[in-house]
């Protein structure tokens, strides 16, 4: 498959190294160079500074014939503005962004984009541990 994932941070860059380790064709935007630090060494994808909102930037990154677009930028605004430029502009038939706001999250999600909330993920599983017999010491 081919990804393009927008954002090198802790979950751009882990996501990016599982999907590169699995064989797939995978390209990371990111706006600063020094991001691409948190990528293993053997990464063998592309890293391409630039702002990922821009239709450039993720033609560049391999956008056209892309499999997967995931934002997960640290912004709601640029991951959301980075996921419908892939699905509408560029045709990308699965686009993931993570979005902090649970509402917008449901917006995006009505718009056609896959939108992971980590506010209410994190919740869900805190709450699940918490209430896990087997957890209990």
Excluded: W
């Excluded at 990308?92 to 209410?120: C, H, K, M, Q, S």
């Amino acid at each position: 498959m081919k990804v393009i994932i927008m954002g090198c941070g802790r979950v751009g860059a882990r996501v990016a190294a599982e999907f590169d380790a699995e064989g797939h064709d995978v390209s990371v935007v990111d706006l600063q160079p020094d991001a691409f630090r948190l990528l293993p060494r053997d990464f063998h994808g592309r890293m391409v500074v630039g702002n990922g909102v821009y239709q450039e930037v993720q033609r560049e990154a391999g956008g056209e014939g892309a499999d997967i677009f995931m934002a997960l930028a640290n912004g709601d605004n640029r991951n959301a503005m980075a996921a419908q430029v892939a699905k509408h502009l560029l045709g990308v038939p699965r686009v993931v962004a993570r979005i902090f706001d649970p509402e917008r999250a449901e917006v995006y999600r009505e718009l056609g984009v896959e939108a992971v909330n980590p506010t209410v993920v994190v919740s869900n599983l805190v709450r699940q541990a918490a209430l896990d017999p087997a957890r209990r010491s």
